[in-house]
């Protein structure tokens, strides 16, 4: 959308506080996500009441997914965009800074369409990171998930549109790429019939390929999705973190039955095992959802003794949050909501352990630390003062940590790397010295 809007000569904006129109972007997977939703959009809706702005657009899956009820819960919106408009967000722009209203617009349909940006090297991390978004939708029907309805079937973009978009990327001083969708492993399968060897494997080797000095991060994957082609891939790599993904939602397989992810079983039970032989110091991140309708103690109990064995070194849970339109809403077999969340507590307090633990065996060893940005001084004087904020390859944006880093040079820059070794740390987060 952002690119559209440049392309039009649209201005953006610094902050709302400066905007004439408010555009908010908004994610309707879970109820947290659509209360996260709600707030911004009332917020922005009292802004303009008090003069603040002309109009406030409402984009994304909020009103894709809630076409028939956002007008009438929303009456000081000026324009719903949904999924597959995202093109004609300059446009609407217009039309609502004239004065004019939009009605709800789509037809309902799940959407088809794929959106490359006129400004390919365009991004809003804040650092010198960005996400490439290689497809749209989802194929699988888990239970829970009601992405697929929203976001509509899986869709790969071409691999020549993402190698510009990448390169563009780099150009721009990027320095870690990190590759989503809402199922990465899958690139490329929608496309096998017109497009023979069109695989994540395939666009991996591609963007490998480019010239300079970068990361690659695959996010969000499937467990069973993962092939030996894949992980040879990774371990071959010149840029390709050792570093995937994974959501296992659960480990019982009749939990992971219920939750229609049958294909995942067997992918699950040895997984840890199998990605950390084929790639020396893979870092694995997964997901976990607690709660499910017909989880019982001891298919909880399953997964806390899987959790322990796995030693994941990133792992987030959700409880349960029952999705009209999917398969499982309105089981009468669902737990409480305050089991749900005593489980979901209890299994973060067993990840804690885990870091814990990584934490301490990490500290003495070396790594190679992407400099982010410069924090505050840590009472020394003289060189080295300023601790900076970095990430190392084992920790992916904005949900793993972050590494804190001391004694870094005094000339040095976003987007830098640099040689560290690890010293310690708090919580999630770890700590550093660079090294000559």
């Known amino acids: 959308m ?16 400066e905007a004439d129109i408010i555009l908010i972007n908004t994610c309707a997977f879970i109820e947290d996500a659509r209360s996260e939703a709600a707030e911004a959009i009332l917020r922005a809706c009292r802004h303009k009441a008090a003069g603040g702005c002309r109009a406030v657009i409402v984009a994304g899956c909020l009103p894709q997914r809630y076409r028939d009820r956002v007008a009438q819960t929303f009456p000081d919106v000026d324009a719903f965009v949904g999924v597959d408009e995202l093109d004609q967000i300059a446009a609407i722009a217009r039309q609502v800074a004239a004065g004019r209203r939009r009605e709800v617009g789509g037809d309902g349909q799940a959407p088809t369409r794929l959106f490359a940006s006129p400004y390919p090297g365009l991004r809003f991390s804040g650092g010198p990171f960005a996400y490439l978004k290689v ?12 992405i697929p309805g929203i976001r509509g079937r899986y869709r790969s973009r071409p691999q020549v549109e993402l190698l510009t978009e990448a390169t563009a990327l780099v150009a721009s001083g990027v320095r870690e790429i990190n590759l989503i969708s809402q199922d990465t492993t899958s690139y490329g399968r929608d496309r096998r019939s017109s497009n023979a060897g069109v695989t994540l494997s395939a666009l991996l080797r591609t963007l490998d390929a480019l010239d300079g000095t970068f990361w690659l991060r695959v996010l969000y994957g499937y467990p069973s999705r993962v092939t030996d082609e894949l992980l040879a891939v990774m371990a071959a790599a010149r840029h390709v973190c050792a570093y995937l993904d994974l959501p296992i939602q659960h480990s019982h397989p009749e939990v992971l039955r219920g939750m229609l992810r049958a294909d995942a079983v067997r992918a699950v039970a040895d997984l840890p095992q199998r990605l950390r032989r084929a790639v020396p110091g893979m870092v694995l991140r997964t997901t976990c959802l607690v709660g499910f309708p017909g989880e019982t103690e001891a298919h909880f109990q399953h997964l806390l003794d899987y959790v322990a064995d796995a030693k994941f070194d990133h792992l987030g849970v959700f409880a349960f949050s029952p999705e009209e339109g999917t398969a499982a809403f309105g089981r009468a077999d669902t737990p409480p909501a305050e089991v749900a969340a005593e489980r979901r507590d209890r299994l973060l307090r067993l990840q804690r352990q885990v870091v814990d633990a990584r934490r301490r065996a990490l500290v003495g060893t070396r790594a190679e630390a992407l400099l982010l940005q410069p924090l505050r001084g840590d009472g020394r004087k003289g060189p080295g003062d300023v601790i900076w904020l970095a990430r190392l390859a084992r920790q992916a944006p904005e949900v793993d940590g972050v590494t804190h880093v001391k004694g870094v040079p005094d000339n040095a820059k976003p987007g830098q790397f640099i040689p560290v070794r690890l010293t310690g740390g708090r919580g999630y987060d770890l700590a550093a010295d660079a090294v000559a």
């Open 2 to 17: 952002a690119g559209v809007l440049l392309a039009e000569k649209l201005q953006l904006a610094p902050s709302p506080e």
């Open 135 to 146: 497809a749209e939708g989802c194929n699988h029907t888990c239970a829970f998930c009601a």
